[in-house]
């Protein structure tokens, strides 16, 4: 049994707040630079010039790629071979976002109450997912999410004779429904099957998966390709502007299903797919 203390927890989040909100992945930045060339329409490509170019002066001079520095999305891969010493792992973690938002001037952007609105000043309390694995690690992963991008948030209760054509068309819908709301060119995150939360926490998580990979599934892996295929299509274009650059790439996670139910969740990033992450 491994003994972690929780400090260093704390810390870890601290530190991956503001990485996440100030050094886009490498992935995502080839993935833009890859829609730059492809893109047909001027104004597309002179935004996703601007998007780069903000990217590369947000990790410059460390500051935040966008202003919404977003909702603290925490997963946590817990070892159980892992003893947690020193405290409550819950509190450490918001002990990290507190410390990282603070000390990183990070925007602070949660209310204590989604009716009455009055916002708690630190960016706590963070969204933390925790899954039990083998072994003695903790891994961390950060995933500030933004508001403009988890608004165009869809679920919907397929049923089964619905087939892959619904999947299909619900998804694109749910792009076209967002036009430029959440900052094209997007990642579409997809959850299938499962109940209705576990798909919306399947779509959260396919957002995590690095860019350019395909589901391992070949019959996913092709639906993935015709349904990014299908949204640059749609015209929206990055910001919103026109082009074929709405999205960078769509992402699909499965889970065995009910035989009467067959739910799908659609969560989208922005242009700013942020997330980092860290092994203890």
Do not use: W
Request: proline share 5%; glycine share 10%; charged share 20%.
């Amino acid at each position: 049994m491994r003994k972690v203390d929780v400090a260093d927890i704390a810390v870890a989040i601290a530190e991956l707040s503001m990485d996440a909100n100030y050094n886009l992945g490498e992935d995502v930045l080839k993935s833009l630079n890859e829609a730059l060339k492809a893109e047909v329409s001027p104004v597309g490509k002179n935004i996703l010039v601007q998007l780069i170019d903000n990217a590369r002066i947000a990790r410059d001079n460390q500051v935040p790629i966008c202003q919404d520095t977003g909702y603290a999305v925490i997963f946590v891969e817990l070892g159980q071979d892992v003893h947690l010493v020193g405290g409550d792992l819950y509190e450490a973690i918001n002990q990290g976002v507190r410390k990282g938002y603070g000390e990183g001037y990070l925007r602070k952007s949660i209310v204590a109450d989604p009716i009455n609105r009055i916002n708690t000043k630190d960016n706590t309390p963070a969204v933390i997912h925790i899954d039990i694995v083998p072994g003695d690690k903790v891994k961390l992963i950060m995933a500030p999410k933004g508001g403009g991008s988890e608004n165009m948030s869809a679920v919907k209760m397929l049923t089964p004779s619905d087939g892959a054509k619904g999947v299909i068309d619900f998804i694109v819908n749910a792009v076209s429904d967002a036009g430029s709301n959440p900052c094209p060119p997007i990642v579409v995150g997809v959850g299938i099957g499962g109940t209705l939360e576990k798909a919306a926490l399947l779509a959260k998580k396919a957002l995590l998966r690095e860019l350019g990979q395909s589901n391992k599934d070949s019959f996913y892996s092709a639906m993935e390709k015709e349904i990014l295929e299908k949204v640059n299509n749609l015209g929206v274009g990055p910001q919103g502007f026109g082009g074929r650059a709405t999205a960078l790439a769509v992402h699909i996670e499965t889970y065995p299903a009910h035989i009467a139910s067959m739910p799908v969740a659609v969560n989208i990033n922005c242009h700013a797919a942020r997330h980092k992450e860290r092994i203890i």
